[in-house]
């Protein structure tokens, strides 16, 4: 027998009636709105086609949804596309270009949303001052959010950690950014870094920042800790071809402490306080189609360090130099069209450290401390090898190296049943490479606290040089599975070395490497 329904039911089901059709009638304006956004578009595209070569002046451009950003960081970008198209005979394709790339130096300050809209339109007619070539461009834009924080945790490199980032984006409406950021792990005991970047007269592609460091790294491999503290100045800029450089200057407060009972000579000889004062120059060009998952393509980067020379102060000077080239080539096959995600790379790294006298050079200079060497070996670079494993050694110690050269070659495959968009890889891999500390007349290493006269120290140089070339460097080769996240590359390989200098230290079996910049 039916029941009545209850008048309270009846109101039930007359609210879900209303909440379905207010979500229909959304779904319909927002899909009409889109069709009106692409038949617009689609309008747009046919004026431009049909009037590329039609005169016109920009008479004004508007920006609207930029509410945090300043209008004198917005007008040095827009106020010479109006002035100088009073005096350039532009054409409606030319000055669609010329808005087309002050937008895109808008996308690169990262402070708005990719989907940017321009719009064209006409004066009014009842403004005696336009002409009836004049036409107003108006963009819309979408500021991102000005706050993110971020936390996780970090597993690779033998080292666990767990992070925290805060970003201001925007600080001053000039496309300023705040980076604060607190890290703590199993190696890394604390490390806290602040920076701040402006760019320099609205150009997206010329920064300048100031930052401070602070930090305490556990390094077993050398038995002791180093705290860091200082701070640093720097100028980065770009071209437009993608090139990358970077001149700065830091200060730097560095501590050897926390020494194992069974620390060797060499660790207790430099451990204590110095401080390093250097200005540096960094050049990069990255032209791979992925630099975490590289198919074709290469890469240059080039490092040079100068400290304690001249004006610049501190307890220690040197000169240190590195380079690293890599490149990548995609393998085909025959009958299958498309990329086949099969790539073969390779790398090669370098590096040398040359001893300078402090000041002016009237006292000699000292033999490199060990904070200051070159460490090589481990899952991120010579795959196969502890960290530090391989240079020279006093006892159990990694002491690092003057000179060192290291390179390596592999071949990336797609998992099977799996295509080439994926980010999972296959690796087969062979690498090696070699560390040396520089010698002093007589064929000895450098003793810490000794000064050397600058003969010494270039034939010292000179004899490392040649001992990264005579014999065979550690090699080891392997197999393993890459991953690209769009933050860092992922490996897990198994490692099998198959030449090991006498007294370095090679690891056989699993290792997870963790990184952005892989050898």
């Not at 689609?42 to 431009?48: D, H």
């Not at 970090?154 to 300023?176: H, I, K, P, Q």
């Not at 560095?254 to 204590?272: E, F, H, I, K």
């Not at 370095?504 to 952005?516: D, N, P, T």
Request: glycine share 12%; hydrophobic share 35%.
């Amino acid at each position: 027998m039916a029941q009545a329904s209850s008048p309270r039911d009846d109101n039930v089901f007359e609210g879900l009636l209303k909440r379905e059709a207010s979500s229909v009638e959304q779904r319909v304006a927002m899909e009409r709105a889109r069709l009106q956004e692409s038949e617009s578009g689609q309008r747009m595209a046919q004026l431009l086609s049909h009037n590329q070569t039609l005169p016109v002046t920009l008479s004004s451009v508007q920006i609207h949804g930029a509410r945090n950003t300043r209008k004198s960081f917005l007008d040095p970008l827009f106020h010479p596309l109006v002035v100088d198209s009073r005096n350039v005979d532009y054409t409606l394709a030319g000055l669609m270009n010329e808005v087309g790339g002050v937008v895109a130096k808008l996308q690169k300050f990262d402070i708005f949303h990719p989907d940017m809209l321009v719009h064209l339109s006409q004066p009014s007619d009842l403004d005696p001052s336009t002409s009836p070539t004049d036409l107003d461009v108006s963009i819309r834009v979408r500021e991102k959010s000005r706050f993110m924080l971020k936390t996780g945790t970090d597993l690779g490199n033998t080292e666990g950690s767990a992070y925290g980032t805060m970003l201001v984006r925007n600080v001053f409406g000039g496309a300023e950014f705040l980076s604060v950021n607190a890290s703590a792990g199993t190696r890394t005991r604390s490390a806290y870094s602040a920076e701040f970047s402006t760019p320099i007269n609205s150009n997206p592609n010329l920064r300048l920042s100031i930052d401070g460091l602070a930090s305490s790294t556990h390094k077993p491999w050398a038995s002791h800790e180093e705290l860091l503290k200082g701070g640093g100045l720097r100028l980065n800029w770009a071209k437009e071809n993608g090139d990358r450089f970077q001149v700065g200057y830091s200060g730097t407060w560095r501590q050897l402490t926390g020494l194992a009972a069974a620390a060797s000579p060499s660790v207790r000889g430099d451990a204590g306080d110095s401080v390093k004062s250097a200005i540096t120059y960094t050049f990069q060009r990255e032209r791979r189609d992925n630099p975490m998952l590289p198919q074709s393509g290469y890469m240059m980067k080039t490092t040079s360090e100068l400290a304690g020379w001249g004006l610049l102060g501190g307890d220690v000077g040197f000169s240190k130099s590195e380079m690293e080239v890599a490149g990548a080539v995609p393998i085909p096959i025959p009958g299958f069209k498309g990329p086949s995600g099969i790539s073969i790379g390779c790398g090669l790294r370098a590096g040398l450290l040359y001893p300078l006298p402090l000041s002016f050079g009237f006292g000699g200079a000292a033999p490199s401390r060990l904070n200051d060497r070159f460490t090589l070996g481990g899952p991120t670079d010579v795959r196969g090898f502890s960290l530090g494993g391989l240079g020279p050694r006093d006892g159990t110690d990694a002491l690092g190296g003057d000179v060192f050269a290291a390179g390596s070659v592999n071949m990336l495959m797609p998992l099977p049943r799996v295509g080439p968009d994926s980010p999972f890889r296959i690796q087969l891999f062979m690498n090696g490479g070699r560390s040396v500390a520089m010698k002093k007349m007589g064929n000895k290493a450098a003793a810490p606290g000794q000064r050397l006269t600058a003969g010494s120290v270039l034939g010292g140089m000179l004899s490392a040089t040649r001992e990264v070339g005579t014999g065979l460097p550690s090699i080891a080769a392997g197999v393993g599975l890459v991953y690209a996240h769009p933050v860092a590359r992922f490996e897990l390989n198994f490692s099998l070395p198959l030449v090991t200098r006498q007294g370095e230290e090679s690891r056989k079996g699993l290792q997870v490497g963790v990184g952005i910049n892989f050898l």
